[in-house]
């Protein structure tokens, strides 16, 4: 990274309330599902593994959540923070999504993120289990866009 690129707050080394804004803020930009914009968030030579698929740099990762958000409709996700330290974060998640045929899932991971001076995320490791739901079953109903402020976390949702 040179010094032209634009920081991305909070900065590591984290203390925890930067590490959980990091998380919600990481979050937010999921839930708004702009792949472009989200890229960004990440450094140029990113290094992914999500599920079995291995992503290095931007221009993969926006190509695989643009795969991603085309096979997965109604995407909500609630991250929570699990643990942290210097320029390391990991997280915790679930997600809802729908398939093409409607069948609902609630996908559950683990991330391990690190990151560079700049704030951006250098390297992310996810591992995921998507678990078929009823429609009856779903949890994250907010409208499309970021988890309302008041929504329940993970942890209050007893998952």
Same mark, same amino acid.
Request: proline residues 11%; aromatic residues 16%; contains cysteine.
């Given at each position: 990274m040179n010094s032209h690129t634009p920081h991305r707050p909070?900065?590591?080394p984290f203390t925890y309330e930067d590490a959980v804004k990091k998380v919600r803020i990481a979050e937010d930009a999921w839930n708004m599902r702009n792949p472009a914009k989200i890229a960004m968030?990440? %450094?140029p030579d990113t290094k992914w593994r999500n599920r079995s698929e291995f992503l290095n740099g931007r221009a993969d990762v926006e190509a695989f959540l643009e795969r991603k958000w085309a096979k997965e409709t109604g995407y909500r996700l609630i991250k929570e923070i699990w643990a942290h330290t210097g320029n390391r974060i990991?997280?915790?998640?679930?997600?809802?999504?729908?398939?093409?045929?409607g069948q609902w899932f609630r996908a559950h991971g683990n991330e391990n993120?690190?990151?560079?001076? %700049?704030?951006?995320?250098a390297v992310r490791h996810a591992s995921i289990n998507d678990v078929p739901i009823d429609e009856t079953e779903r949890k994250f109903l907010w409208p499309e866009g970021p988890r309302?402020?008041?929504h329940?976390?993970?942890?209050?949702?007893?998952l």
């Open positions: 909070p900065l590591p968030a990440y %450094t990991a997280v915790r998640f679930c997600y809802e999504w729908c398939d093409a045929r993120w690190e990151f560079s001076d %700049t704030g951006h995320m309302p402020a008041d329940p976390s993970l942890t209050e949702l007893g």
